[in-house]
């Protein structure tokens, strides 16, 4: 009897008391509602973490079994509200604060776990084992959740830093560190504590206030598969234009030439990995894809383009840096935003001034032009900014929050002051909430004087519509709206062009509809792209 009463004590008072009975409880979940489902195991990995009793193989079974139960909820959750990351959208906000309140409960977990085992007398060896795997898991969980807050523009919590390297230092001490695991069952590629630390860490250095959550997104799992190429040194090198310091757990920064080493110093950096992003770049022009699926087929050939030529900028021995200086001023602007509006709202060549365009074509071009406006009515309300600094190449202020719901880093906008006639066009570049909630934001000027005109199709190389048209008398032309964009010292001979997305192919040959001045352009290059236009190199010809 005294032995029974004995196993009885040795129980937690927790309805997880272990694995089996775990199992159990979960088998009930609302897996038709991942949402619920996984605030459900994040409110038991909070009360497995805080009861005490629990024997730390015991404990440690269960936090695994909720991990493994909650990441395909987890990824449920982010893959929706990456599909619609708007600030100031009260669903959105639902979705991010499940997914980020699970990776910071298992986080959590987790560090209780190691704080177990460092403080046992005597360490079982399956635990000793069962450590690296520990150790990558809890620093996943913290780069995740360091990784939602940059979705949403916020500064990274201070018990990321601390969590992230306290765990390394641990992981270090107990030389672990370079130890190749693999952090699930279900997962075919090896990891270790330190590559998880890399991952992270170039993550925030690569300027994600400048990425939009779901590129945010692409350069975690391109950061995943390139992290064995990333450099993590005890001493400076050439290679390493980034440091950390695991004695004081603050954001890492770029290695200055007066930066005095010490031996908690850790210098990395992801250069060595730039010629395998220039090879993936260069069979994403070429279409040849299949084998970078591997970063999700949910993103666009041209959508990881954008992503890899931003990171070949941020993880070379120079990385950008912002240039012109801000200048306060207080004043407030009208803002629109769509390719289709702005098109419409900046100087335009009317249709009217168009030559050698037949009678069909103009009526055509013209129904399209009042199409587009109509079916933009709804988002057509100008909205009022404050304006807070300027520089030589953009604005700096802060969205209301009435309005604002469409904005992302990539979107187009339309600029106007108040006491003006003249629409400029803008890109927003950077976005920052503030502990206020306020959502600060940057916008790269890209024309003060743009120009809307119209593009007809002529083809591509030998293929040329026009040729086609002559030898078969039945070709009608494809019209295309686009916005051109003076370089700046405001002269076309260099533009570069807005057009709806979809528009660009490679070596194409349109007419620029400009009246007596039109002439042929032809495609050569995609610079950026956003979820309703295309930007674009062209060269004028002869």
């Known amino acids: 009897m005294a032995s029974w009463f004995k196993i009885l004590d040795d129980k937690p008072d927790h309805p997880m008391y272990d694995v089996a009975e775990a199992k159990k409880l979960l088998a009930g979940l609302p897996k038709e509602d991942p949402l619920k489902a996984l605030d459900e195991i994040t409110s038991w990995l909070t009360s497995v973490k805080d009861t005490p009793g629990f024997r730390p193989e015991h404990r440690i079974g269960v936090i695994m079994l909720l991990d493994e139960t909650g990441q395909p909820l987890h990824a449920e959750l982010l893959r929706q509200y990456l599909a619609a990351p708007h600030l100031q959208d009260f669903q959105g906000m639902r979705l991010w604060q499940g997914a980020h309140g699970f990776m910071r409960a298992l986080a959590e977990a987790y560090a209780v776990c190691v704080h177990e085992y460092q403080q046992a007398e005597k360490k079982p060896l399956d635990l000793k084992e069962q450590m690296p795997v520990i150790c990558v898991r809890l620093l996943r969980a913290v780069a995740e959740q360091m990784k939602l807050e940059l979705m949403r523009y916020l500064e990274v919590e201070q018990a990321v830093w601390d969590q992230l390297y306290l765990h390394y230092n641990f992981a270090e001490a107990n030389q672990f560190a370079d130890t190749m695991v693999h952090a699930y069952p279900s997962h075919v590629i090896h990891t270790n504590p330190q590559r998880e630390l890399l991952r992270a860490v170039i993550l925030y250095v690569s300027s994600p206030a400048t990425l939009a959550p779901d590129q945010i997104e692409v350069s975690y799992r391109i950061s995943a598969r390139l992290a064995s190429l990333f450099d993590f040194k005890a001493a400076p090198d050439p290679d390493c234009p980034y440091f950390l310091d695991l004695s004081r757990p603050v954001a890492p920064d770029h290695v200055g030439d007066k930066l005095e080493a010490t031996p908690a110093m850790r210098f990395f950096g992801a250069v060595r990995a730039l010629p395998k992003i220039e090879d993936i770049t260069h ?23 954008t992503v890899l030529n931003h990171l070949h900028a941020y993880w070379g021995r120079e990385p950008p840096h912002r240039h012109h200086e801000r200048r306060d001023i ?103 909430t503030d502990p206020q909630g306020k959502v600060h934001v940057g916008i790269e000027i890209l024309a003060k004087k743009p120009l809307s005109v119209w593009l007809r199709s002529l083809g591509k190389g030998a293929e040329r519509v026009s040729n086609w048209e002559t030898s078969s008398g039945s070709f009608a032309y494809d019209y295309r709206p686009v916005i051109l964009l003076p370089d700046a010292q405001n002269s076309y001979v260099s533009a570069t062009m807005l057009m709806e997305s979809g528009g660009y192919v490679a070596g194409c040959i349109h007419e620029v509809m400009m009246g007596e001045k039109s002439r042929n352009i032809e495609l050569t290059g995609l610079l950026a792209e956003g979820e309703d236009y295309e930007q674009v190199n062209f060269r004028w010809l002869a």
């Not at 699926?293 to 666009?300: A, I, K, L, M, P």
Request: charged share 25%.
């Open 330 to 432: 207080h004043t407030a602007i009208e803002v629109v935003h769509s390719f289709k509006v702005i098109s419409d709202l900046v100087t335009r060549i009317e249709l009217n001034q168009i030559v050698n365009l037949s009678e069909e074509d103009s009526a055509m071009l013209k129904q399209r032009s009042e199409i587009n406006i109509l079916e933009e009515q709804v988002d057509y309300a100008r909205e009022t900014w404050d304006i807070l600094d300027v520089s030589v190449g953009g604005v700096g202020g802060v969205v209301p929050k009435a309005t604002g719901t469409w904005v992302k880093i990539g979107a187009l906008c339309g600029l106007k002051a108040q006491n003006s006639d003249v629409w400029w066009v803008g890109m927003i570049r950077r976005l920052h």
């Open 283 to 305: 069979q994403n022009e070429r279409g040849v894809i299949e084998q970078e699926r591997r970063f999700g087929n949910e993103f666009t050939p041209d959508g990881k383009l």
